[in-house]
């Protein structure tokens, strides 16, 4: 029968038809087709058209009902053959699953950080819609120079894009709500500061705009943190009154727990409540009070016309006031997305990181194919049979992608258990880049993205070995057609050896530099000694300790109680202490100054001194600072009454300042001013740099002042005999008996702020040197079962070579050969594809360049003896075959 | 055989009932069906065939080889035939349909039925 001779209706059943699986309608197909026909042809004369239409309705309706479940069927069949198939080669079915999964577990575990810090929306309302503000001055080198209340007021009238402009910044007071003085970090905010990001409190409410009133009693917002750790979650925190800066202070609300920017803290209260922010100074300064701000795009409004927006106010604000915004600072304002502002440190690494797990997983992939086509020449005689009594093409490709979804699930799974397993580390590296990184969560964007990677990668390579065996099947039973076949395969295992090659040796380097940009960073001299210090943060409480000589005498009381203590060897006060992890402010205190006896314009001309410090005499002592010129503070830089000093004020300046400022001139006995001339100070000293932000970091040139001349600090260190870490309760004691209404913050060795400081590097060093060795060990064992299956495939070719009078070593010499020429074209490859790529990592290297020789070399020498230790291996065997046995076999 | 100590679906039943009597081509069973249930159960043909399949593969009906010497005989038909399990099968089934008309009637749902 014709096709075209069929009626419609004929023709229609069998496209209905096809919507069961294959074998089911090769089964059926036929007699279902007669015995609808019978059917159709009784109940249009017997019954009528109604009938027909039910009778087509009621076929239809129940073919399309049944096809999932035949389909099913034939994949639980397919399945379980597959299973059958894989527990056979459990070898060949584990390491596929290890490597595969190993290359979707370090994607995966990336994937979940860059998912949760850079793809996902942030979690407060709208926020694509909220900017930061910035202030640059970009001539004088300085990022932001913040916002004063004045400045606030300004582009609070004058802006036509920000539907809000909240302000923030934060403060550490003692906060004291029971038997201890806890030191609380304290967000300064507008009172509709989390109404702008769309924050609800999870108790309570937020501020109300009576609450900013100059003189409102003072409130409290609690972070979700310090509501659950300090107030053990308690439910009727609402109400509570606690004592800080000398006033009561009561808590109205607890915020969820949402990644706080820019900083953590414990407490929020309106800008009101803080005693800085509302000192009369501070609001009629124009210049001089650091605060954020932050606002939200009006409807239609776009980032870049918030930007001239700002712009044009900016400059309006440099005519209007042109002593405070100088022309030559390159003044302007500008706004940047707040989503940019949260992750613009993360995304470089974050990238960088997904990049070198794709080549994890690239490896992996090439290995598992090379694995399938070598299964696939060991499977030929299955296959072909399996023809041979009547599976259709179609039915065997099923049968292989079956087998491939399988084996991608499972490595999925396998990933998916790397991933989580990580998932502790890398929210910590995350911490060090990113608030989002409390929001990195497996969720189901990271399943499907491990699902996906799984099947997609196993599916490729499954229907690739199908196709192989398609071709096969043909000329299977046909011997002579075999030797191409053989050849083609061959090509296709090199090509992938040496890719794993290339991609391991490209990764390799990347680790290789990082390793060597991290060991420049360790070797760097900080310009102190970190060694048995600690470093313990000292919280007064402003209110009280309010003049100059009260701190004064409180800072000398604190250092004679702990320097009379067992095992301290020296001690100091100062403002802050070298790679400070807390020190916010590194970086953005900036001022010029003005040497006596040089001009204004010269003075403007230079870019301001990035670095100042207040210490007590013994600070360069005790960290190890070394004195170069002059001498440092004595106990008599010091002024009794600060109203009419009665003592010169005096600095120490650091080598790098004195060489940049003082060309040639001895700079001690000359004066410096910070104030335009107003007051003067004479610097008495030079100490040895300091890498104060870190290592990786280039000293800042620093002035350093007498504590006893500006009494600001909040840390103390001291140098001990012992474990400075076993010092700290005697400190603690120490301090309350001085004065128990002092709260320590957080103490520290300066060993644990110098690691701390590179901690990132030190991190990302690490993935890359456990995605290094993971990409290594595959491709070595990729190409040691490559070399194994073609000495396996040629034992006869051996056997008769070496029965033909060839040698045990001219044996190991040439399967060595083979593995290496493989090699080595993976790593001409690998070399000029790592010249390429490692241009992208350059920001991330210290003192390394990209194409470091020293690295290649090393990185080449080491794959090369793996390589080589993996090709020893089956050439040993091969070498050992014995030519009668190996001629006997076949 | 596990399946074959649960009930069978009416479908199920009517098939094996229809091949009780002789060996029957596809169509056949499905007329059959229709005309015993009284036109209750009205199978389609996707759903015979399914049925059709589950069948052979437990063994309840094979498809016979050598066909029945009628004039109309279509090549392309296949018949298919009662196995004595089948059998089995359909009258435990009938015998579990029995008793469950007994109860019903000695809880009085149903009346005895007069003797014909």
Redesign the interface.
């Known amino acids: 029968m014709s096709q075209t001779k069929q009626p419609l209706a004929d023709r229609f059943f069998q496209a209905l038809l096809r919507l069961?699986p294959f074998d089911?309608r090769s089964?059926?197909g036929?007699?279902?087709e007669?015995?609808?026909r019978?059917?159709r042809s009784?109940v249009e004369r017997e019954r009528g058209l109604a009938a027909l239409l039910r009778?087509w309705w009621?076929?239809i309706?129940?073919?399309v009902?049944?096809a999932p479940?035949?389909h099913a069927s034939v994949l639980a069949q397919d399945t379980s053959y597959a299973l059958r198939m894989m527990r056979k080669n459990i070898g060949y079915t584990i390491s596929a699953i290890l490597i595969l999964g190993m290359g979707i577990g370090v994607n995966t575990s990336i994937f979940s950080v860059v998912n949760s810090v850079l793809l996902k929306p942030l979690p407060y309302a709208q926020g694509d819609r909220l900017v930061s503000l910035r202030q640059p001055e970009p001539k004088l080198g300085i990022d932001d120079i913040g916002f004063s209340p004045m400045e606030l007021a300004d582009y609070r009238a004058q802006n036509r894009s920000l539907s809000g402009i909240v302000e923030y910044h934060n403060m550490t007071f003692t906060l004291i709500g029971g038997a201890e003085a806890h030191r609380v970090r304290t967000g300064v905010v507008s009172y509709n500061y989390f109404d702008l990001f769309g924050v609800k409190p999870v108790l309570g409410r937020t501020f109300v705009a009576d609450e900013e009133r100059p003189g409102a009693p003072a409130v409290l917002m609690l972070s979700y943190e310090f509501w659950k750790q300090v107030e053990h979650g308690d439910p009727n925190i609402v109400g509570k009154v606690y004592q800080m800066n000398d006033r009561p202070h009561t808590v109205i609300g607890v915020l969820p727990p949402i990644p706080q920017y820019p900083n953590e803290n414990d407490v929020y209260m309106t800008s009101t409540s803080c005693p800085f922010r509302s000192r009369l100074g501070s609001l009629t300064q124009r210049r001089g009070f650091a605060m954020n701000l932050f606002g939200r795009l009006k409807p239609g409004a776009t980032p870049d016309i918030c930007r001239a927006d700002l712009r044009t106010i900016s400059a309006r604000l440099m005519k209007d006031y042109p002593k405070f915004y100088r022309p030559d600072s390159g003044y302007y304002a500008d706004a940047s997305v707040l989503r940019d502002d949260l992750t613009h440190t993360a995304r470089p690494l974050l990238l960088t990181l997904l990049g070198a797990a794709a080549f994890v997983l690239l490896i992996a992939c090439a290995n598992v194919a090379n694995l399938i086509l070598a299964r696939m020449a060991r499977r030929e005689q299955e296959l072909v049979i399996r023809t041979a009594v009547g599976a259709g093409a179609g039915r065997l490709l099923r049968q292989l992608l079956t087998e491939s979804l399988i084996l991608a699930l499972l490595a999925a799974v396998v990933g998916i258990a790397f991933a989580s397993g990580s998932l502790k580390l890398l929210t910590q590296f995350a911490g060090q880049l990113t608030p989002r990184a409390r929001e990195i969560a497996i969720d189901g964007w990271v399943l499907s993205f491990a699902t996906l990677c799984a099947t997609g990668t196993t599916v490729l390579f499954g229907s690739m070995a199908a196709l192989y065996s398609r071709r096969d099947v043909g000329s299977g039973l046909r011997d002579g057609a075999r030797a191409g076949v053989d050849r083609g395969r061959q090509l296709a295992r090199s090509v992938l050896i040496a890719a794993q090659v290339a991609f391991s040796f490209i990764l390799l380097i990347g680790a290789g530099l990082m390793i060597r940009s991290f060991l420049e960073i360790q070797r760097v001299n900080p310009g102190f000694v970190s060694q048995r210090v600690l470093a313990v943060g000292l919280n007064l409480n402003f209110t009280r300790f309010n003049t100059g000589p009260i701190r004064i005498s409180v800072a000398n009381r604190i250092l004679e109680k702990i320097s009379s203590q067992p095992g301290v060897l020296s001690a100091a006060i100062s403002s802050s202490f070298p790679m400070d992890p807390d020190d916010a402010g590194m970086g953005g205190m900036r001022t010029t100054f003005l040497v006596e006896g040089r001009s204004q314009e010269e003075t403007e001309k230079t870019r301001p001194v990035a670095s100042f410090r207040t210490t007590s005499p013994d600070y360069f002592r005790t960290l190890g600072i070394p004195l170069l010129a002059g001498r440092t503070f004595t106990e008599f830089d010091r002024f009794s009454n600060f109203d009419k000093p009665d003592t010169e004020m005096v600095a120490v300046i650091s080598r790098s300042l004195a060489q940049s400022r003082f060309r040639g001139e001895d700079p001690i006995g000359k004066r410096v001013s910070f104030d335009r001339g107003e007051s003067w100070a004479k610097i008495v000293g030079i100490v040895g740099d300091v890498r104060e932000f870190g290592p990786n970091h280039d000293a800042p040139e620093t002035f350093y002042f007498s504590l006893g001349q500006t009494p600001f600090f909040g840390s103390l260190l001291m140098r001990t005999m012992g474990d400075p870490k076993s010092a700290l309760n005697q400190v603690r004691q120490a301090i309350r008996a001085v004065d128990p209404q002092i709260a320590i913050t957080e103490s520290e060795t300066l060993e644990q702020a110098r690691a701390d400081a590179v901690a990132s590097p030190r991190t990302i060093t690490r993935l890359f040197g456990v995605y290094a060795g993971l990409a290594l060990v595959i491709a070595v064992i990729g190409i040691g079962s490559m070399l194994a299956l073609w000495v396996r495939q040629r034992t006869r070719e051996i056997g008769v070579r070496m029965a033909l009078g060839a040698s045990p070593g001219d044996i190991l010499r040439n399967v060595i050969c083979q593995g290496m020429l493989l090699v080595a074209a993976g790593l001409a490859a690998g070399a000029a594809g790592a010249v390429a790529v490692t241009r992208l990592i350059k920001a991330l290297l210290f003192h390394v360049q990209p194409t470091d020789t020293y690295t290649f070399v090393l990185v080449s020498a080491l794959l090369l003896t793996a390589a080589l230790i993996a090709c020893y291996v089956p050439a040993r065997r091969a070498a050992r075959i014995d030519p009668q046995a190996a001629l006997r076999a076949e | 055989m596990a399946q074959t100590q649960a009930p069978l679906t009416p479908a199920l039943f009517q098939v094996l009932v229809a091949l009780a009597d002789g060996d029957k081509h596809g169509y056949a069973i499905l007329k059959e069906v229709e005309e015993q249930s009284a036109g209750e159960v009205q199978l389609s043909t996707g759903t015979l065939y399914g049925i059709i399949k589950r069948l052979l593969a437990d063994g309840l009906i094979v498809e016979v080889r050598r066909r029945p010497a009628l004039e109309n005989d279509d090549q392309r038909r296949r018949y298919y035939r009662l196995t004595a399990e089948g059998r089995e099968v359909a009258v435990a089934e009938a015998v579990r349909m029995e008793k469950a008309l007994e109860r019903a009637r000695t809880k009085q749902l149903l009346k005895v039925p007069k003797p014909a």
Do not use: G, K, S, V
């Open positions: 069961l089911f089964e059926f036929a007699d279902m007669e015995t609808f019978a059917q009784n009778m009621a076929t309706a129940d073919i009902r049944m479940r035949e």
